[in-house]
Structure formats: structure tokens, C-alpha cells
């Protein structure tokens, strides 16, 4: 039984907890130890200070991707990663266009969102939600899902996009802006929500933003 740190607004966390549930690893999630990952308890755990994190005996480990790479090499059913050396190269690619940009992307959103669209100049959030649109663009020509990035089954790669995508809508929705999804990202995010592990990560994620959004409204 592995415990697992995280936190219902981290997208980072959905990614790790979809892979846990597809290939039915048994865990137990945690609220990082002194309720946040800046903790010293949690610290002490897990020295790098971020979620997710996974534990089991005296194995941690911490970041997504290195998570559900281990949990793929640990758990072989359902594969979720392709046997071709150069598709999963490309894959890891995508992967990381995720982590360091789109996430980027959307994370330059929070500030704003914590002040609230009244407080924050115009062209502020203008030029954020165009690097988001700009990423979205390039992510549209990386891909090619069909119906998922590595074909008829889900892969790692596609587990980190569906709650991300959908935290850029909502937030920059907040934020007064409209997220238009190219069709091929659109088509791909209904294809990976027919999934019921997937929805359900995606309706806990978003009603965790949402919750989070108006938390600030309230306050202000
Ligand atoms: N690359 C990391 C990023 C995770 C991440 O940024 N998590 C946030 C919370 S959503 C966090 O723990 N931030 C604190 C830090 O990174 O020091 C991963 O994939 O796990």
C-alpha cells in the first residue's frame, strides 16, 4: 500500500492519481503532513518539498512524471506506455511540453485570479491568456490523437492534459477571457473524458478550482 501526497486543486496530483486508478495500485491519500507542502513534517518525508509524492516503506519519490514512469515499470497492466523506443521518446516529449510550459502557463494565471479581475490591469491578463493561447496552438501540432496520443489505448502522456486544459478554461474564464480549444484538442479531451476514471478526476479537479476561484470573490 503506497501512501500518496496530495493536494485537490494540483493537476500534477490528478496525472499521478489517474495512473494510480487505471492500473488499480492500491493507496492511501494524504494531505501533505503539516498541511502543506512547505511544511517541515512533510519536508522531513519528502525532502524536495512538492507534490505528489508517493511512499511505500523507505521508497519516496517525488515529481509526476517520475511517478507514473515507476508506477508504468512496476505495473505492467494496462500498459500505458508504447514499445517503440522513438514513440515514447515523443510521447515523453508531449509529456514535458505539459510540465514546462502549458502548467507554466497556467500557473501565471494564479496571482491574477487571487487578486481578482478588478485589481489586475487589462493587458496584464491579456498577455497571459496569449501565451496560454500560444501554448494551445502548439500543443494542437504536437499532437495527433487517435483517438488518444498513443492510439487505441490511454497512455501516460495523455493523464496530465485533461485537468490541466480544463483549469485554463475556468481560470481564465474568471479572469473574463473565453478559451477556444482547437477541434483536435477538443475531440481528444471528449475522447479521454469518456473514460469514467478520467471524468471523475476532471469533475473533482474542477469543482476544487471552482471552490478555490470563489474563495477569493468572497474575500474581496
Ligand atoms: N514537476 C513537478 C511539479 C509539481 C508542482 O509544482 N507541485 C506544486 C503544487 S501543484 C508544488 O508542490 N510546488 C512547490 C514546489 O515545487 O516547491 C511534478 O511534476 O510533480
Known sequence: MYTF??????TYCAKVRIVLRMKSVEFKELVPPGGSYTATEYQQIVPAGSIPAIK???FVVHDSDAIVEYLEDKYLTPSMRPANIEQCAQLRAISRFHDTRLEASVRALFPMVKKGMMKVAESE?????????????????IINPHP??????IS????AFPTTL?????LLESLGQKLHFPNVISD??????RNPIIEDEVTKNRLAIANWIASFNTHH
Open 148 to 153: 488518444f496520443l498513443n492510439g487505441e489505448t
Open 125 to 141: 491578463i491579456q498577455l497571459a491568456a496569449d501565451r496560454l493561447f500560444d501554448d494551445i496552438f502548439r500543443l494542437s501540432k
Open 156 to 159: 501516460l502522456a495523455d493523464c
Open 56 to 58: 511505500k516503506g523507505d
Open 166 to 170: 480544463w483549469m485554463a478554461a475556468d
Open 188 to 193: 481528444w479531451l471528449e475522447n479521454l473524458q
Open 5 to 10: 501526497y496530495a493536494l485537490p486543486l494540483s
